[in-house]
């Protein structure tokens, strides 16, 4: 089983950085790729980062690439969001997700309750 929670989201400024996580409490982390997703208000879900069992591949869309990054550490059952110089459009809730490797939503299967980021200009 695949339990996933996230921690880290709050109330930023413009320009700010914040480092979101994602553990699993069940022990079958490094078995799954792990896909960050954002929420925007009135928006549909956006993945903004995804990386591959083992952080040998990952893939930032252009709508963040340079600001975000994403990595893991399995020995800590972890996923890390970096974000870099937020803006108020990166307002949302972010979710963490696992499942198998891909840059599609329908991928991912595990999905945690997600963390609240908001950037205020």
């Known amino acids: 089983q695949v339990h996933l929670a996230e921690s880290g989201g709050g109330l930023v400024q413009t320009g700010d950085s914040l480092r979101l996580s994602c553990i699993d409490s069940g022990q079958v982390f490094s078995y799954f790729a792990v896909a960050w997703v954002r929420q925007a208000p009135g928006k549909e879900r956006e993945l903004v980062a995804a990386?591959?069992?083992?952080?040998?591949?990952?893939h930032i869309p252009d709508s963040v690439k340079g600001r975000f990054s994403v990595s893991r550490d399995n020995d800590k059952s972890t996923a890390y969001l970096q974000m870099n110089n937020l803006k108020p459009e990166d307002t949302g809730v972010y979710y963490c997700?696992?499942?198998?490797?891909?840059?599609?939503?329908?991928?991912?299967?595990?999905w945690g309750q997600g963390t609240q980021v908001t950037v205020s200009s």
């Open positions: 990386i591959t069992w083992n952080g040998g591949t990952t």
């Open positions: 997700a696992a499942g198998l490797w891909g840059t599609t939503l329908s991928t991912y299967d595990h």
